[in-house]
């Protein structure tokens, strides 16, 4: 039911679900919880306080659960948790939380590409694509099904919004809204997300209706506040503008600008 390679270390006080497999030379620590049908790749170190869902794939050479990188850890119990379905592909790194979150969360199904790096406290949404050598600091938050374009940088605390995407090579040091393109040095508003949203079924209406919320906060002169009022007011009942004033109100470092 479990098929561990000779040459692997798995600590007896580590759970392994059922159908796990690990290979060569792969270190399993004390406190790992895997998943049942879980493949851990040669050379892959999980530490101490990782936590694994079911059917999670682990290339070679990646590092889970290690100690955050910041300077104010001081030795706290905390973890890392990773959802469902999720791939990670090779030498990636992924820290433990700090006493801020206690936890480091990577949601169901995501993808993350090889070299990319999640670092203390950062909690990923489901459905989160994130190509090779995204490097992202402490506290980032990412939503459910965005997409992160290869060598990104994204600064600590940063918040990146639902079915947005944020080309390749950039670098994130303010927050991205839900539904639109990043892009561009110094990183800035693209317009919507109109490939993406056309693919997941959002339908003609909805995606006018972002367009034209989007247009309200970026070209109409108002400031934030006065343009996150106008939309409450214009679209009462609309989910998806609902996303956009929730996320636009939550902001602490301001969004992306339009040039």
């Known amino acids: 039911m479990v098929e561990i390679h000779p040459t692997a270390v798995v600590s007896d006080k580590a759970e392994l679900g059922t ?13 790992v919880i895997i998943g049942d049908g879980c493949q851990i790749g040669p050379h892959v170190y999980v530490h101490s306080g990782t936590r694994l869902g079911q059917r999670v794939r682990v290339e070679k050479g990646a590092v889970l659960g290690t100690d ?5 850890y001081g030795g706290e119990k905390t973890y890392l948790e990773i959802g469902d379905d999720t791939t990670i592909r090779e030498f990636a790194t992924l820290n433990r939380g700090t006493d801020f979150h206690y936890k480091t969360v990577v ?18 949404g489901d459905n989160v694509v994130i190509a090779n050598s995204v ?3 402490g506290h980032v938050e990412i939503d459910d099904f965005a ?10 605390f940063v918040r990146i919004g639902k079915h947005c995407f944020v080309g390749g090579g950039l670098r994130v040091t303010k927050d991205v809204p839900p539904y639109v393109l990043a892009m561009g040095d110094p990183i800035r508003y693209g317009g919507t997300n109109f ?7 959002f339908s003609s209406e909805t995606l006018r209706l972002i367009k034209r919320a989007y247009r309200t906060v970026y070209q109409s002169n108002l400031k934030l506040r006065d343009a996150i009022q106008t939309l409450k007011n214009e679209f009462p009942e609309q989910e998806e503008i ?15 600008p339009l040039k």
């Open 68 to 72: 955050p990188q910041d300077l104010k």
């Open 147 to 156: 997409g992160i374009g290869g060598l990104t940088a994204i600064h600590q």
């Open 19 to 31: 159908h796990v497999m690990v290979g060569p030379y792969a270190v399993i620590e004390d406190d």
């Open 195 to 201: 490939v993406g949203l056309k693919r997941r079924g």
């Open 242 to 256: 609902h996303e956009i004033v929730s996320f636009l109100e939550k902001s602490e470092r301001g969004i992306i």
């Open 135 to 137: 490097q992202m600091a």
């Open 107 to 124: 949601g169901k199904n995501c993808f993350l590409m090889a070299y990319v790096h999640v670092a203390h406290d950062c909690i990923i």
